[in-house]
């Protein structure tokens, strides 16, 4: 790593006319942890490039650009939009016995769900927990056991092929999408109103019903067709004839699947979905998110590229989905991170978040406050820029080995002095990139805030 000069000490110029630099250097600090607080027009993007290109070589680094203007040389750009369609799959595992498998990746999800301002109520949170593990097991998944948590990620295209050839093989093969719990959920709907139970005999009559309503939908078109228009109507005729063996296929599977019921217990394995309204609940959540486009199967296209920018600007207009899918990717980085073991004190992967306010709370469950309290010692650091340090989390700035403050909206100064026990005359006479205040955790040291001009 390379040393980063950030200005020379405001008072030993000042009282003693002496150039002192302050620099940040990477080799003392008690973490690589760094806060960036500003106004608009202060300079916040600067120093995060200054941060960036001070990293060494070998440190892989995730920018989560919100604003698309955090242009760094040699980074990869890809731009996340409903037009792009480039996202992630959710439902992707990571196989590591350890640190991975079907209850974190379920969990995960929630999580990123339930950390917006629609939480998942209690209700919600079980039916989609339940989901979530039948679209699994789906694919022969099994939570408890990791010699079957191995499957190939598959774009959108990919899979379409594999239906299209009814190539039902190779979709057991590819890991489940949320397309997958959406169909899983709407046949558990189904179930649910006709009180039967989606496996055995119970799924062939779902499948003869789902059958029935798709050729009834045809049928209908195709009279309404030929209203408007003279037309022969074989084709209609072969549809009503087709209907009518579906019905009566449908009838004698719910026949069969009264007489085989065992226990009488049947229908309360599908209560486990708690009632109609909640489930559907649950599937109007699930199809807001594949309409948002970022939650699908279509990698993005950063290859080996060390440094990844993801430029974001397209989903601020719903910051649910922004901070769904930032809290997502952040808790992916975590697992891979520690699945690689300690790092020994180095630092192996940088994550950079503009615009913090938006991502930060004060719940332990947040990845920025586990990557501030936890990641250390796997190498994964993390730098927040945002306009006061009151968009952080306690957690954050308790930790935080380098916090860099520029000039910050007078509205602010109250707050921020309290919450960081700085002078607030010092906030007072920060001028925009000309001075600054800075606080160095370094090993050894008391850590306290210096007034510096900028190199």
Sequence with gaps: MTPVPIGYDYWRRKRDRVDELVQWNPARLANHHIGIAGTSG??????????????????????????????????KTVLFSESTRFGFNPLVLNPDPHYGGVRRAINDVIAAISN???????????????LLTDAYALKGISASNPATWYRKEATDE?????????????????????????????????????????????RQVLTAFDEFCKVMGNLNQRRLKNASQASDDSELAQLD???????????????????????????????????????????????NLQAIGIFN?????????????YNLKPLAQS??????????????????????????????RLVVIDECGLFNDESRGNPINIIANQMRKFG????????SPTHMSEEFLSSVGTMLLLNLAPTNWDSAARKL?????????????????????????IPAFKQVYFA
């Design 158 to 202: 990919q899979i379409q092929q594999l239906i299209e050839h009814q190539d039902w093989a190779g979709l057991q093969q590819v890991y489940p999408t949320l397309q997958d719990v959406t169909t899983v959920a709407r046949r558990k709907l189904k179930a649910l109103w006709m009180g039967i139970e989606d496996k055995d005999e119970g």
């Design 241 to 287: 004839s087709k209907l009518g063996s579906i019905k009566m296929r449908a009838l004698e599977g719910f026949g069969t699947f009264l007489d085989r019921m065992q226990s009488g217990r049947e229908f309360e394995e599908v209560v486990k979905y708690n009632s109609k309204d909640v489930l559907l609940s649950v599937i109007n959540r699930l199809e």
């Design 380 to 387: 994964l650091a993390i730098l927040q820029a945002g306009q």
């Design 297 to 309: 199967s279509n990698p993005p296209p950063f290859g080996n590229a060390r440094i990844r920018r």
């Design 421 to 445: 026990k700085i002078d607030q005359k010092m906030l007072q006479y920060l001028q925009p990139q000309h001075t600054g205040a800075v606080r160095l955790t370094e090993k050894g040291q």
């Design 319 to 348: 910051e649910d989905e922004l901070r769904m899918f930032v809290h997502f990717r952040l808790q992916a980085i975590i697992r891979e991170e520690m699945q690689r073991g300690e790092a020994h004190g180095r630092i192996r």
């Design 42 to 75: 202060a300079g916040k993007t600067h120093w995060i490039r200054n941060f960036i290109e001070g990293q060494a070589d070998d440190v892989v680094i995730d920018i989560f650009d919100y604003h698309n203007d955090i242009e760094v040389p040699g980074a």
């Design 116 to 130: 917006t301002s629609r939480a998942l109520g209690t209700n919600q949170e079980g039916v989609l927990r339940n």
